[in-house]
């Protein structure tokens, strides 16, 4: 987490103590982070792996809102500000390495770190600006451009996900990932 706080939230930020404290967790796929109906007190940092976000719709059906991969944070967040019951599940879909931080050492930190406040508001300005991007990609893109663009962004990481939770992601059916995929092949 010290390197990537380094790189992209202060360059001026040395090997000096976080302003929180941290822990860490390495574990195997299918470990879940976050339970539906639970609330969430934790933020993660993905060090190695792939952590999916899903929620089950009315039917009871899957559905897969987000995947984080490594050097991103991640968490139930409406769950985590509002202390209200996570709608989400996350579960770990690789063996995985993580760092995290309670909400109570995190908010303790706010009171006293500059840099605590900016890691937090860059924070929750790129996951605002992820889901914008998301919402507007679904009302202005076709399944197979949101496709070419996870392959663009997020290519070796893809052979860890199954057709089906690719689908699932895109929202679109199997069948008609499969039809995308060997478009593709044949261009």
Same mark, same amino acid.
Request: glycine share 4%.
């Given at each position: ?41 934790? #933020?993660?940092?993905? &060090?190695? /792996? ?5 929620? *089950?719709?009315? $039917?009871?059906?899957? =559905?897969?809102? +987000? ?46 770190? #500059?840099?605590?406040? &900016?890691? /937090? ?5 790129? *996951?605002?600006? $992820?889901?914008?991007? =998301?919402?507007? +990609? ?46 593709? #092949?044949?261009?």
């Amino acid at each position: 987490m010290k390197n990537y706080i380094k790189q992209n939230i202060d360059n001026s930020f040395d090997d000096q103590e976080l302003p929180f404290a941290t822990e860490n967790i390495v574990g195997h796929a299918g470990t879940v982070f976050c339970k539906i109906g639970k609330v969430e007190d934790k #933020i993660y940092f993905l &060090k190695k /792996g792939i952590v999916q976000v899903n929620l *089950l719709n009315s $039917k009871g059906d899957e =559905r897969i809102i +987000d995947f984080f991969f490594p050097n991103n944070f991640f968490c139930s967040y409406s769950s985590f500000l509002n202390s209200n019951p996570s709608d989400v599940e996350i579960i770990a879909l690789t063996d995985f390495e993580v760092e995290f931080i309670t909400k109570d050492n995190l908010y303790k930190s706010y009171n006293n770190s #500059i840099l605590a406040n &900016k890691l /937090g508001r860059i924070e929750t300005e790129k *996951l605002y600006l $992820k889901k914008v991007k =998301r919402e507007k +990609d679904f009302l202005t893109k076709t399944a197979e451009e949101h496709y070419l663009e996870l392959i663009r962004v997020q290519s070796p990481l893809l052979t860890f996900l199954s057709i089906d939770k690719l689908a699932k992601y895109l929202g679109i059916h199997p069948e008609s990932l499969s039809r995308i995929r060997r478009k593709k #092949i044949k261009n």
